[in-house]
C-alpha cells in the first residue's frame, strides 16, 4: 500500500518550472507567438535605432578594415541568437529540429547548394520583372558597399564575415527557425502551413533590411519568397541554403569590389 501510495505521489508530482514553460513553448499558440516576438523585436528594434541615427553603416577595425553592418546592427544579432539558443535549451529543441541535421553526403550537399544557387539566379530576376508590373520600385541604395572598391583585403573580410552573418545567421534564423516556428505557430504541419509560413517569413525578412531603402525591402523580400521555397524543395534541409545565400553575397561583394 505505501507503494502504491509513492508512486501516485511520484505521478503528481509538480512539474519543474523549466519543464512547464518548455511544453508552453511547444504546444501554446500564444506562447510560441510570444517566443517569436522575444527572439526578433530587439534585432528590429536596434535596426531601427541604427537607421535613425545614420552615420556610417560599417564598424572599423582598424588598419583600414571595416566590416559592413552597424555596430548596432551587429549586436542584434548576438543578442537575437542568444535569446534563441536560451529558448530553445528550455523547449530541448535539436539543431536538426530547425534543418541543421548533419548531412549524409557533403558533397551531394553542395551540388544542391549549387542548383538552388542557379534557380535562384534564373528565378529572381522574372520574380522582380512581375514585381516591377504591380509596384514600382525604387533604386536600391548600394553606396554603403562603397569601400569595397579595389579593396582586396576588406573583400576578403568582409566575405568571410558575410559567410557566417548571412550565410548562416540569416537563413537559420529566418528559414530555419522562423518557419518551422510559424507552422507551430498554427497548429499543423500541412502544406498550405508551409506556404503561410514562407509568406509570414519573407516579409520579416525583407523588413529587416530597411536599412536599403525601399527598393531594397522589396527585393530581399522577394529573395526571401524563393528562398523559402528553395528550402522546401530540398525538404527543410538548411545547409544547401546557407551555400547558395553565401555564394550569391560572394559573387555580391566581387561584383562591388570591381566597380559594379
Same mark, same amino acid.
Given at each position: ?8 505521489? /511520484? ?21 510560441i507567438l510570444l517566443e ?12 531601427? *535605432? ?11 577595425? +582598424? ?6 553592418? +552597424?555596430? &548596432?546592427? @551587429? ?12 529558448? =530553445?535549451?528550455?523547449?530541448? =529543441? %535539436?539543431?536538426?529540429?530547425f534543418g541543421l541535421a548533419?548531412?549524409? =553526403?557533403? +558533397? ?12 535562384? *539566379?534564373? !528565378? ?18 548600394? =553606396?554603403?558597399?562603397?569601400? &569595397?572598391?579595389?579593396?582586396?583585403? @576588406? ?11 548571412a550565410g548562416f545567421l ?17 497548429? @499543423?504541419?500541412? /502544406? ?9 517569413? %519573407? *516579409? *520579416? ?19 526571401? !519568397?524563393?528562398?523559402? %521555397? ?6 527543410? @534541409? ?8 553565401? &555564394? &550569391? ?12
Amino acid at each position: 500500500m505505501n507503494a502504491n501510495l509513492s508512486d501516485r505521489t /511520484k505521478m503528481k508530482a509538480p512539474k519543474p518550472f523549466q519543464e512547464k514553460v518548455g511544453e508552453l513553448l511547444r504546444t501554446n499558440k500564444l506562447a510560441i507567438l510570444l517566443e517569436i516576438a522575444v527572439v526578433f523585436v530587439p534585432l528590429y528594434v536596434l535596426l531601427i *535605432i541604427s537607421d535613425r541615427l545614420g552615420g556610417d553603416d560599417f564598424v572599423r577595425l +582598424g588598419g583600414g578594415l571595416v566590416l559592413a553592418g +552597424g555596430p &548596432l546592427v @551587429n549586436l542584434g544579432l548576438v543578442v537575437t541568437v542568444a535569446i534563441f539558443w536560451v529558448v =530553445s535549451r528550455i523547449r530541448g =529543441s %535539436a539543431w536538426s529540429d530547425f534543418g541543421l541535421a548533419r548531412p549524409k =553526403s557533403w +558533397g551531394r550537399t553542395i551540388l544542391m547548394g549549387v542548383g538552388v544557387t542557379v534557380g535562384v *539566379i534564373v !528565378l529572381f530576376p522574372l520574380l522582380m520583372g512581375l514585381v516591377q508590373l504591380i509596384v514600382p520600385i525604387p533604386q536600391q541604395d548600394v =553606396s554603403r558597399f562603397a569601400f &569595397l572598391r579595389g579593396d582586396l583585403p @576588406n573583400l576578403i573580410v568582409n566575405v568571410l564575415a558575410m559567410w557566417f552573418t548571412a550565410g548562416f545567421l540569416e537563413e537559420f534564423l529566418w528559414r530555419g527557425y522562423l518557419m518551422n516556428r510559424l507552422v507551430d505557430l498554427q497548429g @499543423n504541419k500541412t /502544406k498550405l502551413a508551409w506556404v503561410i509560413a514562407l509568406v509570414g517569413s %519573407a *516579409i *520579416i525578412f525583407g523588413l529587416g533590411h530597411t536599412y536599403q531603402g525601399l527598393g531594397g525591402v522589396v527585393k530581399v523580400t522577394a529573395a526571401g !519568397l524563393l528562398f523559402g %521555397a528553395a528550402f522546401l524543395t530540398v525538404r527543410r @534541409n538548411l545547409w544547401p541554403l546557407v551555400f547558395m545565400h553565401a &555564394l &550569391l553575397d560572394t559573387i555580391s561583394f566581387v561584383q562591388h569590389y570591381f566597380g559594379g
